[in-house]
């Protein structure tokens, strides 16, 4: 069965400072992988996906995730962190559709904090 | 753009009460979910629904129901809520299968905060 782990519940940095959110899974077979955010008091929005080609993934916002299969993590990196990135953040992997649809598991989140 | 709604942002009840919460969307698409989001936890599907008055239970169905008659609504009924049942209530939708680059994406609504007491 698919599982994704965000080991860091929480990661505080510095304004400008850059910064990783980790991101692992499992699964047998080929996945896809998403990383959401959550602006505090909102739902959820797509930052980027990896569906298959180049692993290095571009999305909104100045971030970016490099997908690596051998060690089956999918990181989601910011050169240089701004206050407005202060959020949580969500990794999820759907690993193909069944009944129609492509279902998530998510990550349990990690929350930044950008500190002035 | 995508938008998703949800009835309420927050909303308070009883221990017993039948809640419903309701979501609505304007594209189209012919799939959609329910979540609970709990610290810690993450988000976890309580069910979804590919197409009208179909659906299917996700990861934690117990004490969820739902009712899709229209295919831009998706109702989450808690029969008789319960304190545990405390929780954000996250709705999302998805284009069908096939239609397109954005087949995989799911759209948020901005939750509900349902408290129990």
């Known amino acids: 069965a698919q599982s994704v782990t965000q080991l860091d519940s929480q990661v505080p940095v510095f304004e400008e400072a850059p910064v990783e959110l980790r991101c692992n899974y499992s699964s047998s077979v080929s996945v896809y992988l998403f990383w959401y955010v959550q602006y505090p008091n909102q739902g959820l929005q797509l930052l980027l996906k990896?569906?298959?080609?180049?692993?290095l993934v571009k999305g909104i916002n100045g971030f970016e995730a490099e997908f690596n299969k051998s060690q089956t993590s999918f990181h989601l990196r910011k050169p240089s962190v701004h206050i407005s990135d202060t959020a949580e953040y969500f990794c999820a992997v759907t690993e193909g559709a069944t009944s129609g649809t492509y279902k998530y598991i998510f990550g349990t989140g990690t929350r930044l904090k950008v500190l002035a | 753009d995508v938008k998703v709604t949800q009835s309420s942002r927050y909303l308070v009840k009883r221990t017993g009460e039948k809640v419903f919460l309701e979501c609505v969307q304007d594209m189209d698409h012919e799939n959609m979910f329910w979540y609970r989001q709990d610290p810690g936890l993450g988000l976890r599907l309580i069910y979804f629904s590919y197409d009208v008055k179909m659906k299917e239970k996700g990861d934690i169905p117990e004490g969820y129901s739902v009712s899709r008659e229209k295919k831009e609504r998706f109702s989450l009924i808690l029969e008789s809520a319960s304190t545990n049942q405390t929780s954000m209530y996250l709705c999302a939708s998805s284009p069908a299968l096939g239609s397109g680059p954005y087949q995989e994406t799911q759209y948020f609504g901005p939750g509900t905060r349902l408290l129990v007491l």
């Open positions: 990896y569906l298959s080609g180049s692993t």
